[in-house]
């Protein structure tokens, strides 16, 4: 990449699943933003939140759109990349952080519900990191991948089976496209949350009553709450600098400590 040693002025990134308010993503957005880079903002839908997105960016004198395409479609993978490069005209750092998850015992899991998960959270990760890894190759200039992964990449939790399972094969993904990709100069990391507050846990029933939250709060040793997006953010900052050019394939856990120990 190029010779800025602390900030990301200058650098493109694109976020996936970074409209809403209570998001990762946008978590992810403002920290890369803060440093200087211009970001393109991608969902599926919720284009009225979306666009309060764009204009915090902004707001901190980035450049900033969003672009609307759903990642379980490859060839929307494609556009959404090229579409970046078009309206900021290149792309530095790809943050494949868009997932989805549904609260089944195995037994109960039907094949919709299968494809539904494994389409966003493996097919989307996996072809938006390699439409945006072609892109990075064309520019010859390098690139940083940092995916939300989950702790449940390495814990088995009762409800998630499917949606775990999604996050170990993006981890098994991901040493292999560090190693592949490693001659181009893209570093591939991915970082793990354990509870964040935002949408995707709004039918969650670990957080279902102020007594359960209790109890999850009960169980992260860091101060006894969720992580912030924010913090997600600052980890995904990290792996986009220039000081984390020589550190690929690592594994991340921004979770308040809550699995130390449990795996
Ligand atoms: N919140 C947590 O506790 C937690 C913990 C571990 C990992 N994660 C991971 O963090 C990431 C971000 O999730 P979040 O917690 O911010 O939830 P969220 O629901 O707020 O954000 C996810 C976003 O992804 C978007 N999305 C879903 N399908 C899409 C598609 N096909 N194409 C484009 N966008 C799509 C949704 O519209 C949504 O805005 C996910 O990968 C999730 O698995 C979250």
Known sequence: MGSGLEGLEGRVALVTGAA??????????LALAERGADVA????????EASRRVGELE????RSVFIRADLADPHECERLVAETVTRLGRLDIFCANAGVADWQELVEVTPEALRRIVGVNLHGCFFGCRAAAAQMRRQCTGGRIVVTSSVNAVMPFPKLGIYGATKHAVAHLVGVMAREWAPDAITVNHVAPG????NINDRSPDFATEALR???RAGIPLGHRPSEPREIGE???????????HTTGAFLRVDGG???GKY
């Open 214 to 216: 209790a109890v999850a």
């Open 195 to 198: 509870w964040v507050d935002s």
């Open 41 to 48: 903002v991608n969902d599926l839908a919720h284009e009225d």
């Open 235 to 245: 980890a995904v900052a990290y792996f986009s600098l220039e000081g984390a050019a």
């Open 20 to 29: 809403r308010e209570r998001s990762i993503g946008r978590g992810i957005a």
């Open 59 to 62: 707001a901190l004198g980035r």
């Open 258 to 260: 809550s699995v130390i």
